[in-house]
């Protein structure tokens, strides 16, 4: 695979210094996200830690035909030689010109339809990005972990984070998520639910944009949103041109520098009900018996084990977990996780490629689900796409872009879909959609005037 490194770039490495732990880890990510210390940043949570990156020392853009790298100040524009959008950005990644690098990033949805040879709806825009920070902290109980490019950013780091917020945030202002009402939506279902029994696809998800009528407080919507839920993964972007938070209920790729990969499917879903655990019980119960649900998920992780097999070694590809219910928030859903270990010609980055997007955001076969989703909907970008962190020693993880809000072109929006079979419903999925909008459009908070 080709690498886009810049001529004669100095190798840099990070300083790295440990300091004292922190009471409240996600406190202390907003409060980096929210301090000045740079002109863009992420936050990326993964089992129980978070990482602040902060600043860029390099970045990647891919677009339909070129990837644009600028490392040391020097901007390059040189033609895609790789497949997929991801499998670029890894290329690319791999010439940074810092030994240790760290990268943060996003992959589009419709990189996957330009694999295939759909035609971008919007060439300008950006099928991936990733950027290295100048600064990256990983946050725990147990200590902070600053790698950052200069010394003087260690002192700005424990100022932020020893700063007390000056004032409270404004309180979250509920978003109405059914003022437009089901008729368009449940008419895309009908059609879908047509074509499938018409033999064209098995399952498509379908899925639909509620506007965001106010500026939002991007740190304080991440803060009030992660107390609220239990995602597998939680992401801050504050980037040029796009703002994102979001609470992942599942990951498309986690691949080890052992190069063991996992991908964790979920599909089926029920509301939860804490206020009322009689019927708490009762929608959970059905979840793990609705006929429509289990084979919706059993479907998903077919074709997920299928990927991986073509992936991974002989005889590694395993389904370790096989629908698990999994609490997300205002709702819980059917889980699966499928592990193997891949192979010496395959990279993390082809893995990402080859389970991109995620079967239970796209639909099956994905090919002619890109095209049903196209009918039906404007352009995904990050949605259902994937938001990711990678390290130069070999680690990568992908979390799915869901139960999320965004901010792009002067526009802000939050976005659900529900996967749709041969018996769906339309009333039924148009309700789905609403259940998992419960978790996120209750915790907006408004940007101070």
Not at 19 to 28: K, N, W, Y
Not at 73 to 91: F, K, M, S, Y
Not at 413 to 437: F, N, Q
Request: with cysteine; glycine share 8%.
């Amino acid at each position: 695979m080709a690498t886009h490194a810049p001529a004669h770039a100095p190798a840099l490495r990070y300083l790295h210094t440990r300091t004292a732990g922190v009471p409240d880890p996600l406190a202390t990510a907003v409060r980096l996200a929210r301090s000045g210390l740079a002109d863009r940043c992420a936050v990326y949570e993964q089992d129980g830690r978070w990482w602040f990156a902060g600043g860029a020392l390099g970045e990647v853009t891919v677009h339909q035909d070129t990837v644009t790298t600028q490392w040391n100040g020097e901007r390059r524009v040189t033609p895609r030689t790789c497949g997929h959008a991801a499998q670029d950005l890894g290329a690319a990644l791999a010439g940074a010109p810092v030994a240790d690098w760290r990268g943060y990033g996003w992959v589009a949805f419709e990189s996957a339809a330009a694999a295939v040879g759909r035609a971008a709806a919007d060439p300008r825009q950006p099928l991936a990005h990733a950027f290295v920070p100048a600064v990256e902290v990983e946050i725990g109980t147990g200590g902070l972990d600053v790698r950052c490019a200069a010394p003087d950013l260690l002192q700005r780091v424990l100022t932020a984070v020893h700063t007390p917020e000056a004032v409270p945030d404004l309180p979250a202002r509920p978003l109405d998520v059914e003022a437009e009402g089901p008729a368009a939506y449940e008419e895309a279902v009908a059609d879908a639910v047509a074509r499938i029994n018409r033999g064209d696809l098995e399952k498509v998800i379908l899925s639909r944009r509620v506007e965001v009528p106010f500026a939002l407080d991007f740190p304080g919507t991440y803060a009030a949103g992660r107390r609220a839920n239990t995602p597998a993964r939680s992401f801050l972007l504050d980037l040029p041109g796009l703002r994102a938070v979001g609470f992942s209920p599942e990951t498309v790729a986690e691949v080890g520098a052992d190069g063991w990969v996992t991908s964790q499917p979920l599909a089926g879903t029920r509301a939860r009900h804490a206020d009322d655990p009689v019927l708490d019980a009762r929608t959970a119960a059905e979840l793990r018996t609705d006929v429509k649900e289990i084979y919706e998920h059993a479907v998903s992780v077919q074709l997920a084990d299928t990927e991986m097999r073509a992936l991974c070694a002989p005889g590694s590809v395993a389904v370790e977990e096989f629908m698990a219910v999994k609490e997300r928030g205002s709702v819980r859903h059917l889980g699966s996780r499928v592990r193997g270990r891949l192979r010496a010609d395959r990279t993390r980055w082809d893995a990402l490629a080859a389970l991109f997007p995620a079967v239970t955001a796209s639909g099956i076969p994905k090919p002619p689900a890109y095209d049903v989703i196209a009918d039906h909907e404007p352009p995904r970008g990050l949605y259902s796409g994937a938001v990711l962190r990678a390290t130069a020693d070999g680690d990568l993880d992908a979390a799915l872009a869901l139960r999320t809000v965004y901010t792009h072109q002067g526009r802000t929006w939050v976005r659900a879909g529900a996967g749709i079979v041969g018996v769906s419903r339309p009333a039924r999925e148009y309700r789905e959609t609403c259940e998992k909008l419960a978790s996120v459009a209750p915790y907006l908070v408004p940007a101070r005037p």
